[in-house]
T-cell receptor, first 115, second 115 residues
Framework: DAGVIQSPRHEVTEMGQEVTLRCKPI?????LFWYRQTMMRGLELLIY????????DSGMPEDRFSAKMPNASFSTLKIQPSEPRDSAVYFC?????????????FGPGTRLTVT | AQTVTQSQPEMSVQEAETVTLSCTYD???????LFWYKQPPSRQMILVIR??????QNATENRFSVNFQKAAKSFSLKISDSQLGDTAMYFC????????????FGQGTRLTINP
């Protein structure tokens, strides 16, 4: 299995631009998670989906952030407009869900730099 | 609220030594999973070991083992015969079985293995 796939691996953009991060979960997993990691705040859960439905988006910082999961094999996290404080590593993770084992498998992350 | 505390921001040991990373957590739930994740400089989050709260036996994966003390809400990770490749950030996390499928992470311990 290829594992969780994220693209791009690195993104550098200017303040005010739209940024879209992409994630392909492991085939067969029914839960998908978006995290943000910064030195100051550590790992933060932004949103998670179960069976393509958003379950908890309480971690999404503000209206500039949005996430979608149109099908079981693809999700996007969009930031519009981007700001320098959005600079971070964004991880996508997937799991079989709590009824099986609970562990989440992480993608390699996208390092976002907003100048 | 559920929290995870890792009281050691940084640790450093010599290669081949044994090192123990501490983790405590707070929850009113009785059924949950506990995890240790490793994040090497490549920043990939890698699952090291998993423990089910209902199991009394401590989990072991090769050189990695845990000391799970449910009453004390403690979940330490022991790395035996440490290797240079063990150098990484280590995150303790837990996840309740009923309800939200959210991993709650600690702030991490930066472990350096010296030659």
């Amino acid at each position: 299995d290829a594992g969780v796939i994220q693209s791009p691996r690195h993104e550098v953009t200017e303040m005010g631009q739209e940024v879209t991060l992409r994630c392909k979960p492991i085939s067969g997993h029914n839960s998908l998670f978006w995290y943000r990691q910064t030195m100051m705040r550590g790992l933060e859960l932004l949103i998670y989906f179960n069976n393509n439905v958003p379950i908890d988006d309480s971690g999404m910082p503000e209206d500039r952030f949005s996430a979608k999961m149109p099908n079981a094999s693809f999700s996007t996290l969009k930031i519009q407009p981007s700001e320098p404080r959005d600079s971070a590593v964004y991880f996508c993770a997937s799991s079989f869900g709590v009824l099986v084992s609970g562990e989440q498998y992480f993608g390699p992350g996208t390092r976002l730099t907003v100048t | 609220a559920q929290t995870v505390t890792q009281s050691q921001p940084e640790m450093s040991v010599q290669e081949a030594e044994t090192v123990t990373l501490s983790c405590t957590y707070d929850t009113s739930e009785n059924n949950y999973y506990l995890f240790w994740y490793k994040q090497p400089p490549s920043r990939q989050m890698i699952l090291v070991i998993r423990q089910e709260a209902y199991k009394q036996q401590n989990a072991t994966e090769n050189r990695f083992s845990v000391n799970f003390q449910k009453a004390a809400k403690s979940f330490s990770l022991k790395i035996s015969d440490s290797q240079l490749g063990d150098t990484a950030m280590y995150f303790c996390a837990f996840h309740i079985i009923q309800g939200a499928q959210k991993l709650v992470f600690g702030q991490g311990t930066r472990l350096t293995i010296n030659p």
